[in-house]
Structures are given as structure tokens and as C-alpha cells.
């Protein structure tokens, strides 16, 4: 299975952004998926994820303002009210749901957020 993360792009703070990511291979029908992020020079973190069955959850950095959601080809993070602080590369995985990496499986290779002040 292989995981196309897109749709990073520069943005203003206070300005809004929708990341995507597709699956090849076979579809994200029985996997959670969650969206992680790396900013420079820090460890990676968990953002949002979301189960087979629409379950989500959300670090307490993104709550109000994040939305992760899904059908049966992509799944959507949703990002509004963007701050400095979200410019981070942001990947998706696919696996087990949960907010620590190693429950997930298979991983894209990240798309570039940048949130200018």
C-alpha cells in the first residue's frame, strides 16, 4: 500500500488549508488513519485520526480547528485558523487507530505546510 499525502501549500495565519491523502493499492476502507507532523527540528507528533467506522480524535493543539474526515478514496484534514506554529511537513498513515506512530502501518511521504505571521 502506498500513501500520497498533497495538497500542503504556504498560508497566512488565520487562513485555511485542506491536505489530502490517497491510497494505492487497495482502499482505506478497514484501516484508521492519522495524520502526523514534523516540524523542524522537532519529533514528530500526532495531529488527528480518524477510525473505520468515522471515530476521531485530535491532539489538543488542533481541537476546534482541525477536521479529519473520509470516504472511501481519501481522507481529508481540514485545517482552519492556522498559526505559525502548524508549519510542519504533515503525513498520513494508515493502520491501527490510535495517536502513537508505531500503530500505523503504512505511511506517505508527507506534504509542506507553511504558515507565514
Known amino acids: 500500500v502506498q500513501l500520497q499525502a498533497s495538497g500542503g501549500g504556504l498560508v497566512q495565519a488565520g487562513g485555511s488549508l485542506r491536505i489530502s491523502c490517497a491510497a494505492s493499492?487497495?482502499?482505506?476502507?478497514?484501516?484508521?488513519v492519522g495524520w502526523f507532523r514534523q516540524a523542524p527540528g522537532k519529533e514528530r507528533e500526532f495531529v488527528a485520526g480518524?477510525?473505520?467506522?468515522?471515530g476521531t480524535g485530535y491532539s489538543e493543539s488542533v481541537k476546534g480547528r482541525f477536521t479529519i474526515s473520509r470516504d472511501d478514496a481519501k481522507v481529508y484534514l481540514q485545517m482552519n485558523s492556522l498559526k505559525p506554529e502548524d508549519t510542519a511537513v504533515y503525513y498520513c498513515?494508515?493502520?491501527?487507530?490510535?495517536?502513537?506512530?508505531?500503530?500505523?502501518?503504512?505511511w506517505g511521504q508527507g506534504t509542506l505546510v507553511t504558515v507565514s505571521s
Open positions: 493499492g487497495r482502499t482505506f476502507s478497514s484501516d484508521a
Open positions: 480518524i477510525t473505520w467506522g468515522g
Open positions: 498513515a494508515a493502520g491501527r487507530y490510535g495517536s502513537a506512530d508505531y500503530l500505523y502501518k503504512y
